[in-house]
């Protein structure tokens, strides 16, 4: 009886290991996944803050057509990292990226991209200056929820 005991709980130790290592092993490819659609998000939006520095002038004529551009590598990249944040920091996410793209007194999730409303036609320089920070900051915004990854 004591072997068939011994070997009982040999068993059950070898699949309760075995039952370790695989969830260890899903938690730590779920969080590389993570990693990776955090790094995408960061990446996807990187060539526009840079082109968003005051030094560049190129983007000032038209801005909502710069941001429209890059709007579908923005969205993709948005979408693929929001799988891995839970419902309330999900929730948190998207009004953020609304913000950014949607029409300020829009409250639906069908809104059409509104870019317009970083026009800097007719801007002075220092406008022009402020509505880039602002865009700027409606980025980092978006960025800081890769931040606790």
Known sequence: MDIITNLGCLIIGVLLGAWITYRFALFLSRRAEKHSAALNLRQSFKDE????????????????????????????????????LDAKTKTAFYKTWEEYYCHPDAHNENTIPFFEQYSCRGLTIREI???????KSRFEAILSFTEKT
Do not use: Q, R, W, Y
């Open 49 to 84: 803050f840079l082109a968003l520095n005051p030094a560049h002038h190129i983007i000032e004529g038209d801005l909502p057509g710069f941001l429209e551009n890059a709007f579908g590598k923005h969205e993709g990249a948005v979408f693929d990292f929001s799988f891995f």
């Open 129 to 135: 200056h402020d509505m880039k920070n602002l865009v």
